[in-house]
Nanobody
């Protein structure tokens, strides 16, 4: 069982930055791929960014490429999402997820989910 706790959300003006963190309880954190998903009101949940267990492979949705960076610190059992140049359309609840998988772009591959953290970008 893996428990995930997100932090770092909040209210920011357009053009600003936030860094989300997700702390995992897994003793074998470095065997899990990690993903950041988001869900805006009235919209489906979407994968924003993902990173393989080693950190060598990453994935970004087209909407965030060049603005968001996913990273992980396996020694701290933590994954991060640095979000720059935020836009109002980035407003959503952001979820951290973990999966013992190589298919980092596939939502079905993630078995464990955090409770989410709200990100609100004002115009």
């Amino acid at each position: 069982q893996v428990q995930l706790v997100e932090s770092g959300g909040g209210l920011v003006q357009a053009g600003g930055s936030l860094r989300l963190s997700c702390a995992a309880s897994a003793r074998t954190f470095d065997s899990y791929a990690m993903g950041w998903f988001r869900q805006a009101p009235g919209k489906e949940r979407e994968l924003v960014a993902a990173i393989s267990w080693s950190g060598r492979n990453t994935y970004y949705a087209d909407s965030v490429k060049g603005r968001f960076t996913i990273s992980r610190d396996n020694a701290k059992n933590t994954v991060y999402l640095q979000m720059n140049s935020l836009k109002p359309e980035d407003t959503a609840v952001y979820y951290c997820a973990a999966g013992a998988t190589m298919y980092i772009k596939m939502e079905y591959a993630y078995d464990y989910w955090g409770q989410g953290t709200q990100v609100t970008v004002s115009s």
